[in-house]
């Protein structure tokens, strides 16, 4: 009989312990508790979440949801008690959510619950999904959309709604910015419409991307000139029609002019009278426009790309009306493993600007990699201040995939994307803690081993892929293995490889120095000078500013060369190790399920790493070699 | 013109720098200075070492090197000054010598010269060198023996005194514990007396290994029962005869009864009996014998191995003379890359005892494999204590390579081991920077990066050849490589390495619990108890003291097997970082040929690594998956 009941026992703390998850529950809370009195003093369906939340997870016996109209900040919260007895204050019913939700996260990882204050740093905290109307998405790597277009799934999206929430992201952009002129027919908003409903009781706006040609594409007019008085009537109606269905729809995101997308130059005129226009019709109704910087190639060929930008946009600096928001990309390029900030944010002042940060990998390692991206964050915020941003995006990794976001370790940043636009001067190794601890496991060995892996993960990838400032020699398309010798006579050569790495007998970079394309002049000092001079140049930039001979001495006395090979090296050694570390060591603090997904994707990275280091080292070696 | 001088200037420069070094200076002073002015107040031949030494190598205008009776310490000496002027106070000479390549030490890695008081922490610091009369060297790796009969090289030998002088050594034994009787004959003693002229005024006195059945052998005498009348007198006249030529002769090392060696026990003797003799003989010169407790297989078969040397030596203690001294390797194994220490050090207390380390890397990848011992040393005196120690004697890793010891890197051992016996609470990693610094380079990061991999080369040694406390599955004879399956009928059956790992499919690991062998009964408290429990049994010596089944839970969750598949991954996935480090980033910091030296042994390291793990994995497995 004790024999049956040890084995019993046993049986229990094993399905406990091994209990299957897939990863679709994400850091969210895990076992319900339902032990806890919740109180409050209002009503509405944002507290009605809230109180649900406490209800179900707070594992203390009391908690109180006080509105509290004396505090200051529409969106912040005050946390007052400890593990038994907790309560939030906030302004408004939203800073109740978030408040709730970051009780609930300091409950996992043991963190304080008294004295907390909480303000978000940027006002709008968005998400960009490039997902398209027939449910594929432009760099997912996560299945299909998970708006499903006449057949919305709202468990789902209540989820979605709710992950978004806990990690306090307050606006979703719902399609992608290569836009469909359809998004805008009245069947379509009728879904937006039904989305919007959903998410409000998060705190989430709905945005939309728009095609610039819109009016013209679906025949309403002949045209899409901004200048041209129906076009421009057009929008005003289609800003009311929104409005009446959506009361507080967010607004439009525009690439204009941008690879082939339809814009104002094609009619010769500028992006601020093509922004101005969209303002003008969302002016009535509190609407922002979100502009894109990210364009090249149209008004100047043949100067550097990675120029463009602020060529394009510092003439019109101040010329964009008040509710109008550039959004630029975090580097001057796009999206890689590394690069220096983009000088838009020392050259555009009079406009508000908005950071857009990549969370799908999609130039690191998609959903095969295991890559954190906090730190290639925290990087940039030592560039880039704050103050002067009016908020953040993130074009979203999320997909259909029951995990949502193809690798587990992926779901990590989506999460530090949400704290840092939250609070940016978090660090992204606190943060990885912290959604280590309601992820996986609060075990200190799991949690410092796995902590320091994903610190070091984005290094890793730029040490495999394109280490000391290279970039864009990716294959071409789908950006996943390495093309160093790629050129296309039909592609724009800024799409080619052998345009970034230049690599010759004599030496390899992009020369962008003042005495190349000067394309350091667009920074700040002391960066402008610093990037200039090849002695002053950070190391890891090198390639990005200088082209540099092979036998160029680096910092430490090697050559230039050697230490190509050997980051390239380095870089798959680290990953050998992830993977013999969570293959070997990690098993037994993971569930089965997410252990073997994981590990077969670490395998997966392991191979492609190599792939990386051999097909790079082989091809600019034919370089390197020949001349010593 | 102005072009020309340029070019010459960056000849110069570069001659300077890359300056070809073969490594045969070691880690002495590689350039002279010739500018100060050195005053004495005494005068001997090891004071003129000194001061020539100061004069060609002192940068500074000034050093004065005093004796100072008022001095309590024999060997120590007191440094004041600066690196412009500096004096150095000894009682003896000695100290002076000491004293002066302390200066030049601290001068090279611009440490303090100021206040400086040293005193050696044991009497006897010494070098064994296993050199047999033919030339040839057990387990060396280095060339042949430097010591060659009757062709001395005199140059070499004040070169190789000049070394251990610098680091303190103050013993040598010439010969091969495995003895050939021929030692003791006097056309060997005429050329011992050479050598010991040669290294008097280096403070380094000569000892000699003898075989026990020398009397016998030679003709003598028809025994070499250590009761026999005529052997005792043998010893005596031999005594007296080696005194007559070399005043100072240290004394005898004896390998007795193990492995072959004749010893008392052939006469049913005891070592004490044995010992006593050759001490009897030698008292009277205040001659030493120093008897090795390494034995096993004669009057204890069956028992186990690591038991041995307790159960013989432990009911004599107390019955040596007082010119005895016991010899113990710091391991109850044989130089394994891991052992528990030695229990001898815990169980003898009446006779004063000596731990026997290796230098030669055996065990330990051998001149091919970058292994600094450093840290396993400093790990013996965290559980040996100084005071119980009457001296230290090092297993040499000398030869006539032009650089000494095969391995550039295996210098190091040698630094090392004179630092630690000079003072054996200096930190494997302080030295490892001294000996960089003074060998190859201060700049920086090259003492970081290499000291780094140095500190952490030997646990990498350990986790590719013999994890989790496992030992003694090398390739027979050679110890190079891995063989795992290795059983020989003909061999004892303690050389085979089926034997030591006992790998079944229930799991792994040799039972000296109470369980098992016990062995863990020889050990003091709190270590008895702490080895005895699978719980509590350090996961670094857990398959030495436990057979352990596969499935075991390790401390972090993982399985025994998990753990094991890592630790052989982790160790390659290191060895093959060291390479990348080197072969890319450290070649600008050495001149090209040692650069390349160690570049190539270090491309042997990663192969033979890769080979340890893949045959033990591969073997393991086979009983590992078998259970799973």
Request: charged share 25%; with cysteine; proline share 4%.
């Amino acid at each position: 009989m004790k024999k049956i009941l040890f084995t019993l026992l046993t049986l229990t703390v094993f399905t406990l312990s091994s209990w299957a998850e897939d990863g679709h529950r994400l850091w969210l809370p895990a076992q319900k508790s339902q032990t806890a009195h919740v109180s409050t003093n209002a009503q509405s369906a944002t507290i009605d979440l809230a109180k649900q939340e406490l209800t179900d997870y707070f594992a203390g016996t009391k908690a109180t949801l006080l509105i509290d109209p004396a505090l200051t900040d529409d969106e912040g919260f005050t946390i007052n008690g400890n593990e038994d007895s907790v309560v939030v204050r906030a302004r408004r019913d939203i800073g109740l959510l978030y408040g709730a939700y970051d009780v609930l996260r300091r409950q996992a990882i043991q963190g304080n619950m008294n004295h907390v204050e909480q303000h978000p740093r940027f006002r709008l905290r968005m998400l960009n999904h490039w997902d398209n109307l027939d449910g594929s998405i432009e760099r997912g790597y996560a299945g299909e959309s998970i708006f499903e277009w006449f057949h919305l799934d709202e468990a789902l999206l209540h989820q979605y709604a709710r992950a978004n929430a806990s990690i306090g992201i307050n606006g979703s952009v719902l399609n992608n910015v290569n836009a469909s002129p359809k998004m805008l027919t009245r069947e379509y908003l009728d879904e937006v419409r039904k989305i919007a409903d959903l998410l409000r009781p998060y705190g989430i706006r709905v945005y939309l991307s728009i095609n610039f040609a819109t009016p013209m594409v679906l025949g309403d007019t002949r045209t899409a000139d901004p200048k041209n008085k129906r076009v421009r009537q057009w929008w005003k109606r289609k800003a009311k029609e929104i409005y009446s269905i959506i009361p507080d729809f967010g607004g439009f995101l525009v690439k204009a002019n941008s690879e082939g997308q339809p814009g104002p130059g094609d009619y010769h005129r500028t992006h601020a009278e093509g922004a101005n226009m969209l303002a003008d019709a969302l002016a009535p109704f509190n609407g922002t426009v979100i502009w894109r910087c990210f364009v090249y190639g149209a008004n100047h060929k043949g100067e550097d790309r990675v120029k463009q930008a602020v060529s394009e946009f510092k003439p019109l600096d101040g010329k964009f009306r008040e509710n109008v928001i550039l959004q630029t990309k975090n580097g001057p390029l796009d999206f890689q493993p590394r690069e220096p900030y983009s000088p838009v944010f020392d050259q555009i002042s009079e406009t508000p600007n908005m950071a857009e940060l990549q969370i799908t990998q999609e130039y690191t390692g998609q959903s095969h990699h295991l890559v954190y991206l906090g730190p290639m964050w925290n990087e940039f915020f030592q560039y880039v201040e704050p103050e002067w941003l009016a908020g953040i995006s993130g074009v979203a990794n999320i997909g259909k995939d029951r995990n949502w976001c193809g690798h587990h370790f992926s779901q990590a940043n989506w999460y530090a994307f949400g704290r840092l636009a939250w609070d940016p001067s978090l660090s992204s190794e606190d943060i990885a803690k912290e959604w280590l601890g309601q992820t996986f496991s609060t075990d200190e060995n799991f949690v410092y081993m796995m902590s320091t892996i994903m610190e070091e993960s984005r290094e890793t990838c730029v040490d495999y892929m394109m280490p000391l400032g290279l970039h864009h020699i990716f294959k071409f398309d789908h950006h996943y293995g390495p093309e160093p010798d790629g050129f296309k006579a039909e592609y724009p050569l800024e799409w080619c490889p052998v345009y970034y790495h230049q690599a010759d007998a004599n030496g390899i970079g992009f020369d962008r120095s003042s005495k190349g394309t000067d394309a350091v002049s667009q920074y700040r000092e002391p960066y402008a000078s610093m990037y200039d001079k090849l002695e002053t140049c950070p190391e890891n930039l090198l390639l990005w500013f200088h082209h540099v001979p092979w036998t160029y001495q680096m910092k430490d006395g090697s050559t230039l060369w050697e230490s190509l090979q050997y980051h390239y090296n380095q870089g798959v050694i680290n990953v050998e190790t992830y993977h013999n570390i969570w293959h070997n060591k990690m098993r037994h603090y993971v569930d089965e399920q997410r252990w073997r997904e994981v590990d077969d994707r670490l395998e997966d990275q392991v191979q492609n790493a190599r792939e990386w280091r051999d097909v790079c080292l082989k091809y600019f070696g034919g370089f390197a070699n020949k001349k010593q």
